[in-house]
């Protein structure tokens, strides 16, 4: 058995757990920080300019994190990337320049994905017709996303789950039908889609006079904002509006937020009130940080998030994002992009990830 291989084998047992001590948690992301030092050659140039060996790396919280951004300029993998069973790509930015995250095998990413949505949002049921507001993943083939919500329906969608996008946007015959069948028979009905989806859906609802009742167990997931994708609307409103329209609780309004650069995502409990308390499963953890010093802010003050996934055996496990937040003691406000100071921070971390992985590998 090749490096690679105990090293997935490792992850898979780690993320079966039921949960995880900081001592075993750490154990694992030192491991995986050796590794990706060893065969991540943007990513051991970089850590070298801080002077972070392995030697000097003593828990998960000292791991060099990447800038997210760094996903578009430099090829953080461990394997060749013509190796790669999957690479998820950013939306692209104005630029046009899209990060991209290589996946050696799904298995890990599978399996984070499975364990973690069961016990956010499935809870205490098997399977629910599912109606999904995304295309399918054949139309986006490099979408985390399209990728994720395939497997929520290959998981634990019935057979009579829908796709309910199409070339014209929101299939709203398709849409109107689903839902009066769920209120004429009583069966539970799931909705999930980028969020940008659901508010063109809500729009078109208004426009026709439309509203439902779904019924009880029927719940709603949406992932992402929705900012450049449609007008936007208040956080408050939006779940209001969800809720209000479809006759589902705010507590059965789930969000979930991750990022293509990550193998794990974050839920909150529902969004009776906002912003939601955002938490991750055991092989996950948050800090949130100063970007301009790198240094931990107190709970309960404004900063960076640093998350680190250790479903990322094969890029790097530590990232830099640039969505503010909050800590709390049960996990994290998220409170939106960053702007100002910290965005200049992120800018700076960019600009020196790139500057040492390219003087890195001139050498």
Not at 337 to 358: D, M, N, P, Y
Request: with cysteine.
């Amino acid at each position: 058995m090749n490096q690679q291989q105990e090293i997935v084998q490792h992850v898979f047992r780690f993320i079966q757990a039921d949960a995880s001590e900081e001592k075993d948690f750490n154990e694992l992301a030192l491991r995986l920080y050796a590794y990706q030092y060893q065969y991540n050659l943007p990513y051991r140039s970089f850590c070298m300019q801080k002077g972070k060996t392995p030697r000097m790396v003593k828990t998960w919280k000292d791991i060099p994190p990447v800038p997210i951004n760094a996903f578009k300029d430099a090829t953080l993998s461990c394997i060749g990337p013509e190796k790669a069973e999957a690479v998820f790509m950013t939306s692209g930015t104005t630029k046009g320049i899209k990060g991209k995250h290589y996946h050696p095998t799904l298995q890990i990413y599978d399996q984070s994905m499975t364990l973690n949505f069961k016990k956010r949002f499935m809870r205490d049921i098997e399977h629910i017709r599912m109606g999904i507001l995304f295309p399918k993943e054949k139309e986006l083939p490099n979408s985390s996303l399209a990728h994720y919500l395939a497997l929520a329906v290959k998981e634990f969608g019935t057979k009579e789950s829908h796709y309910l996008v199409n070339e014209n946007g929101v299939d709203m015959n398709r849409l109107l039908d689903e839902l009066h069948h769920a209120e004429e028979t009583g069966e539970p009905y799931a909705l999930l889609g980028a969020s940008y989806s659901f508010v063109h859906m809500l729009e078109e609802l208004e426009r026709m006079g439309k509203t439902f009742s779904l019924p009880k167990g029927s719940r709603i997931l949406d992932t992402g904002g929705f900012k450049n994708q449609s007008k936007e609307l208040e956080l408050n409103e939006f779940y209001l509006l969800l809720s209000t329209t479809l006759g589902v609780e705010r507590s059965e309004c789930i969000n979930m937020y991750g990022v293509t650069e990550l193998s794990t995502q974050f839920y909150d409990k529902g969004n009776e009130s906002v912003p939601s308390v955002k938490s991750g499963p055991h092989w996950i953890r948050t800090r949130v940080i100063n970007p301009l010093t790198g240094e931990e802010v107190p709970k309960g003050e404004r900063g960076v998030l640093v998350h680190c996934d250790l479903g990322n055996f094969n890029s790097v496990t530590t990232i830099l994002t640039e969505d503010v937040g909050i800590e709390l003691e049960n996990g994290f406000f998220l409170l939106g992009r960053v702007q100002g100071t910290e965005a200049k921070g992120c800018s700076i971390a960019v600009e020196e990830f790139l500057k040492s992985a390219s003087k890195g590998v001139s050498e």
